[in-house]
């Protein structure tokens, strides 16, 4: 199973990034796949995650501004984050959970600066 993160960058304050997290294999293999970010000197925290069926949620710091979508064909989840903000910057990191297997890619930046 490998998950490959990719988009991040730099951003201004008000800007937008689309990551993007591509399986090797079927996403249905994966009951849920989720965003979580890392900033320095901070724990990992969830930022979105998406199940099967569709259904999502999302920390309340990124509600209405991000948003967690998936393309089955494509094998690939994505987060849109719009009205980024300086407190967004951190390393974003994919992760999926397959029964009771966890699976994570590497991270990708997002620093939000003017």
């Known amino acids: 199973v490998q998950l490959q993160a990719s988009g991040g960058g730099l951003a201004q304050p008000g800007g937008s990034l689309r990551l993007s997290c591509a399986a090797s294999?079927?996403?249905?293999?994966?009951?849920?796949m989720g965003w979580y970010r890392q900033a320095p000197g901070k724990q990992r925290e969830l930022v979105a995650f998406?199940?099967?069926?569709?259904?999502?949620n999302y920390a309340d710091s990124v509600k209405g501004r991000f948003t967690i979508s998936r393309d089955n064909a494509k094998n690939t989840v994505y987060l849109q984050m719009n009205s980024l903000k300086p407190e967004d910057t951190a390393v974003y990191y994919c992760?999926?959970?397959?029964?009771?297997?966890?699976?994570w890619g590497q991270g990708t930046q997002v620093t939000v600066s003017s």
């Open positions: 992760g999926a959970r397959a029964g009771a297997n966890d699976y």
């Open positions: 294999g079927s996403i249905f293999s994966y009951n849920v």
């Open positions: 998406i199940l099967t069926g569709g259904g999502t």
